[in-house]
């Protein structure tokens, strides 16, 4: 296929030259050469890559398309679906990686040759890689001849980066690209299942899961033996196969179907088994597996297919394994599953049920659950005892839940530390408010209703009212402190304000000429930005715009940190607090990392917001929808910049409206024209009046804290009326 036939969207173009979607519909009004579209709809038209690339290079916006972009845009463009696209990307990249003697020969020949002998060695590497009956089909000489140059461009990134990154990056983007076509189980809540199972397993395990979706769970596991999972969906189960069989050595086995309905591993015994089963399912199979061998505890009543689930993942355990499940709260509670939750604690089956913070998977709105289960193995006695675990209360501070916003080590930590010493011992000492290991009499009553918190006591009261006291305190302190920094009374300014608008300077010229920097938040997690732009001007805010400077473009290189780096998100930057993500583990592209005096901007949802970057907050990295401006303190003040850019008519004539959000264009955002030391007046000003702010949030959150401790004291009785 020509690079040519790749077609990229307007979003496409705006991640290529590192602008918003809205510069690239200014382009296309105010340049008549701009590429026409060649496919698309009216409403969303896509353009031909490498007419792209031509006008960006000439207008100077573009040095030179990364690689990783430019094989993304072949998978997104690519004629048969981005899906194909990635199963023929993976497939080469297998070969890559287990083969790597055998792809310099194949890529030297011609396009045509390669066509038709490429099917013979992927054919040979994934039946050595997965058996004979496997999930991932290979492509015939016509189905590759459309994908030559994206194979190529994947070898080549594999070159640069390894073929696991390479597959990562681009199924990454595929995912982040497609939100709601899949239900997908977010690093965190994975790591911790696969702790949780490792906790019974010793040496390298045999894990299952019946409902794989994208394998990340299978993918958490460390060090396994062999990985087995199956998915209803076969474009997931190629996906997962491929994902899983470059991430790692063990022996991979994927299948397609429907565990429940056509279970492809009937006759497997896994030290472990990890699912993520879909929720609320009417047609799961009632009617035509009611007398199936698996329903040990109790055949699942219509509404309860998660109890089905369940059943399943012990039915493939060994004696003595290890299940954890993704549940949603209902199915601790509801009475139509109560007689299967009664069998599974009388039998000792079900170990635990921790209650997770709202927005640890979807639907991130609710607190889900985890049920930790152990196959009984004969000759051992039942556990008399279930361990239940409350983390909803580490969610407690944040609003609105999501990924971004918990912190997954607490709750990793906290989970942990009571499951490990009561598998070991059965039981586990009391953390009120967080863990108790409830006997199962107390349990088997005429609800069988096994949610946390309704059986565990009250958090500790810490002190009460004495507590209470140092928080009044601490606000009548705070309410001090801002008093004092209130802004004095205002005066008229001499200046004409309207003469100073007309000699104010944009964002996006003082850019151009290198007083500053842009950089955005990529798609998902992370984001970068490659070319840098020219050398910083040394003049002031009000220096002409001149020159071409540089253009951000998409994000830098694909490795990712080694170790987990902290994350500014969005929430943080609204809510003046510190940086509250994680980059994820090996993360495929590298983030831009912070530095003390940058400033950050929200770019949706509307509202005046920039926060300047402190110490503190200096080395985490930029989240996604935020615009980081890095002025060049030689020509731009900070606080000034950060100042300017929260006036209320700035934002309002730099916004852009759709039907549901609000979009600002931080290059329109304009700036008065002033000498360095007149813009670090004002920026004392605008720094004294962040402070006064912060102060005013820190009072609130005290007096929150304070109405909300008198009412639980005086309903506990800790705190006298």
């Given amino acids: 296929m020509p690079d040519s036939a790749t077609e990229v969207t307007a979003a496409g173009i705006a991640r290529l030259a590192g602008v918003g979607r809205a510069a690239v519909s200014n382009w296309r009004r105010r340049h008549p050469d701009f590429p026409r579209p060649v496919g698309g709809t009216e409403t969303s038209p896509s353009f031909a890559l490498a007419d792209v690339e031509r006008w960006l290079r000439a207008q100077g916006k573009l040095a030179e398309v990364p690689l990783r972009e430019r094989v993304w845009q072949q998978v997104a463009g690519h004629p048969a679906g981005a899906v194909t696209a990635l199963v023929h990307a993976g497939a080469v990249l297998l070969l890559v990686r287990g083969r790597s003697a055998v792809w310099p020969a194949l890529a030297a020949v011609p396009d045509e040759r390669l066509a038709e002998t490429l099917p013979v060695a992927l054919e040979e590497t994934l039946t050595e890689r997965f058996g004979p009956e496997r999930a991932v089909r290979t492509p015939t000489a016509a189905e590759l001849a459309l994908s030559l140059p994206l194979v190529r461009g994947a070898a080549d990134l594999a070159a640069e980066t390894g073929a696991r990154q390479a597959f990562e990056f681009l199924l990454g983007r595929h995912l982040d690209a497609n939100p709601r076509q899949y239900t997908l189980t977010p690093p965190g809540p994975a790591a911790l299942m696969a702790a949780l199972a490792a906790a019974g397993t010793e040496g390298s395990p045999t894990v299952l899961d019946p409902a794989s979706g994208t394998g990340t769970l299978l993918r958490a596991v460390e060090r396994p033996a062999a990985l087995h999972g199956q998915d209803a969906d076969p474009d997931l189960a190629a996906l997962t196969a491929l994902r899983l069989a470059l991430a790692c050595d063990a022996d991979i086995r994927v299948r397609t179907g429907d565990s429940l309905r056509a279970d492809a591993f009937p006759h497997l015994t896994a030290d472990a088994v990890l699912c993520h089963p879909p929720f609320n399912e009417r047609n799961w199979g009632h009617d035509e597996l009611a007398y199936d061998p698996r329903w040990e505890y109790g055949f699942p009543a219509r509404t309860e297919s998660e109890l089905a689930w369940v059943q399943h993942a012990l039915a493939r355990l060994r004696p003595g394994g290890t299940a954890v499940l993704l549940m949603p709260p209902a199915a601790a509670s509801r009475r139509s599953g109560r007689r299967i939750r009664a069998d599974l604690l009388r039998r000792g089956a079900l170990r635990a049920v ?368």
């Fill in 354 to 721: 921790v209650a997770l913070p709202a927005g640890a998977a979807p639907p991130y709105g609710i607190p889900l659950h985890l049920w930790v289960l152990r196959k009984p193995a004969a000759g051992v006695s039942a556990s008399q005892e279930l361990l239940l675990v409350d983390t909803t209360s580490l969610a407690a501070d944040q609003t609105g839940g999501g990924r971004d916003k918990l912190d997954w080590q607490a709750v990793h930590t906290a989970v942990l530390d009571a499951w490990l010493p009561f598998a070991a011992d059965g039981t586990v000492a009391q953390t009120p408010g967080a863990s108790r290991s409830v006997p199962v009499i107390e349990l088997l009553d005429d609800d069988v209703d096994l949610a946390p918190a309704r059986h565990l006591p009250p958090p500790a009261a810490g002190g009460g009212a004495a507590d209470l006291a140092q928080v009044r305190d601490h606000l009548a302190e705070t309410l001090g402190r801002t008093v004092a920094l209130a802004p004095p009374p205002t005066s008229p300014a001499s200046a004409d304000p309207a003469a100073a608008r007309l000699t104010g300077v944009t964002v996006g010229e003082l850019a151009r000429t290198g007083a500053l920097e842009l950089r955005a938040g990529g798609a998902g997690t992370i984001g970068g930005a490659t070319a840098a732009p020219g050398p910083a001007s040394r003049g002031t805010a009000g220096t002409d715009a001149s020159g071409t400077g540089g253009r951000d473009a998409g994000g830098t290189g694909a490795d990712g940190p080694a170790r987990p780096v902290r994350m500014l998100t969005e929430h943080d930057v609204l809510a003046a607090q510190p940086p509250s993500g994680t980059l994820p583990e090996g993360p495929p592209e590298e983030p831009v990392l912070l530095r003390a005096g940058d400033v950050v901007v929200p770019v949706l949802g509307g509202g005046s917001v920039a926060r300047v970057v402190d110490a503190a907050t200096a080395g985490a990295a930029l989240g996604r929808n935020l615009q980081l401006l890095r002025p060049d303190p030689a020509a731009l003040d900070p606080w000034f910049l950060a100042g300017f850019l929260r006036g209320t008519a700035n934002n309002r004539q730099a916004s852009s409206y759709a039907s549901t959000a609000t979009r600002l264009d931080v290059r329109r955002l304009q700036l008065p024209r002033l000498p360095l030391t007149e813009q670090q007046r004002y920026g004392e000003r605008f720094r004294r009046l962040a402070e006064f702010e912060d102060a005013l949030r820190l009072a609130g959150r005290l007096g929150e804290q304070l109405v909300q401790g008198l009412y639980d004291g005086l309903a506990d009785g800790t705190v006298a009326p």
